[in-house]
């Protein structure tokens, strides 16, 4: 079975400039979440779906950020403009439903904003 | 607030021995779930163990087991038979029964030596 597919692996760009993920869930799961993870740390929520509907997004700077999933299954987040700080690590996870079981994480895309 | 903690920034276990990671957290819940992930170097992250915090019984996984001592909100994890495999960095996370948002520690970076 397929995991958790991320693009691009790696990203660097100017800041100010947009850009954007993609993510592919494990087929079937209809929970999936979005994590930004910093240098040396553990990764932290920016939104949770539940199928096409962003059921959590408290975390994500909406000024800059955003993020679809267009018919609950591939999601994309983007962020425009990109600061210096964005530069991290964005990681994809997927769970079967509901949102309360075991969580598997893509290979994330790590962003450097120069 | 739900917090994690992991106090140790690194640990370091020859070949073949046992080590122990340690990790507690702060909850005023009672239904809620505890994990164990690895995220090797440049790889994604996977998980290891959980922990159901209605069970009074460790959880086990091969040479992977807790030490769940729910009163103390600890729970670390034993390493046995360490092989070189095993060098990654370890997070301690928690979710709570009602929201699937895992909060994770700050990880600690395990070497093995040869």
């Known amino acids: 079975e397929a995991g958790v597919v991320q693009s691009p692996r790696y990203k660097i760009i100017e800041k100010k400039q947009p850009v954007a993920f993609w993510c592919n869930p494990i087929?079937?799961?209809?929970?999936l979440y979005w994590y930004l993870q910093n240098l040396g740390q553990g990764p932290e929520l920016l939104i949770r779906?539940?199928?096409?509907?962003?059921?959590?997004d408290s975390q994500l700077p909406k000024d800059r950020f955003s993020a679809e999933r267009l018919k609950g299954v591939d999601s994309t987040l983007k962020i425009q403009p990109a600061e210096l700080g964005d530069s991290a690590v964005y990681l994809c996870?997927?769970?079967?439903?509901?949102?309360?079981?075991?969580?598997?994480f893509g290979p994330g895309t790590r962003l450097t904003v120069l | 607030a739900q917090t994690v903690t992991q106090s140790q920034p690194e640990m370091s276990v020859q070949e073949a021995e046992t080590v122990t990671l340690s990790c507690t957290y702060d909850?005023?819940?009672?239904?809620?779930?505890l994990f164990w992930y690895k995220q090797p170097p440049s790889r994604q992250m996977i998980l290891v163990i959980r922990?159901?915090?209605?069970?009074?019984q460790n959880a086990t996984e091969n040479r992977f087991s807790v030490n769940f001592q729910k009163a103390a909100k600890s729970f670390s994890l034993k390493i046995s038979d360490s092989q070189l495999g095993d060098a990654a960095m370890y997070f301690c996370?928690?979710?709570?029964?009602?929201?699937?948002?895992?909060?994770f520690g700050k990880g600690i970076t395990l070497s093995v030596r040869p």
């Open positions: 996370a928690y979710r709570t029964g009602a929201n699937s948002k895992l909060t």
């Open positions: 779906y539940e199928n096409e509907e962003a059921v959590d």
């Open positions: 087929s079937g799961h209809n929970t």
């Open positions: 922990q159901e915090a209605y069970k009074q």
């Open positions: 909850t005023s819940e009672s239904d809620y779930y």
């Open positions: 996870a997927s769970s079967l439903g509901q949102g309360t079981d075991t969580q598997y």
